[in-house]
């Protein structure tokens, strides 16, 4: 487990954001983060718990006009991603991906880091 240092050493840009009943995330942070302009397709596809969010000129979803990003109810689901739960994004400009953290994810990434760092069963 890393330890923390006194700057960062990423330039990854965070949003936590409640996420609507249409499946939409309204924080653009992280959009301007990545430079996606309204229109900009990307796919979408959950991986081990992960929403991973990657520009694609085929993607089936837009970025709307309001600069907001859409989830599907599909893969909402297959999340246990329910209307204001507040995900964590990371933009990761560099990658140029965003990474979609469920409450689940975070979760237990807060337990196992509690773990190491304070001691204990992260369960």
């Known amino acids: 487990m890393p330890t923390?240092?006194?700057r960062r050493v990423r330039h990854t840009v965070?949003?936590?954001s409640a996420i609507d009943h249409n499946g939409r995330l309204a924080d653009q942070a992280v959009v301007r983060a990545m430079s996606w302009a309204p229109g900009t397709r990307y796919t979408i596809q959950e991986h081990r718990g992960l929403l991973i969010v990657d520009a694609d000129r085929q993607g089936v979803f837009a970025v709307t006009r309001q600069g907001h990003?859409?989830?599907p109810a599909v893969?909402?689901?297959r999340c246990a991603v329910a209307?204001?739960?507040r995900l964590l994004i990371a933009a990761e400009p560099a990658e140029g991906r965003l990474v979609i953290h469920?409450?689940?994810a975070i979760d237990a990434m807060i337990a196992e880091y509690h773990a190491c760092v304070l001691g204990g069963d992260p369960a």
């Open 4 to 6: 923390f240092t006194d």
């Open 14 to 16: 965070y949003a936590l």
């Open 69 to 71: 990003l859409y989830t």
């Open 75 to 77: 893969v909402r689901r």
């Open 83 to 85: 209307t204001g739960d």
């Open 102 to 104: 469920p409450p689940a």
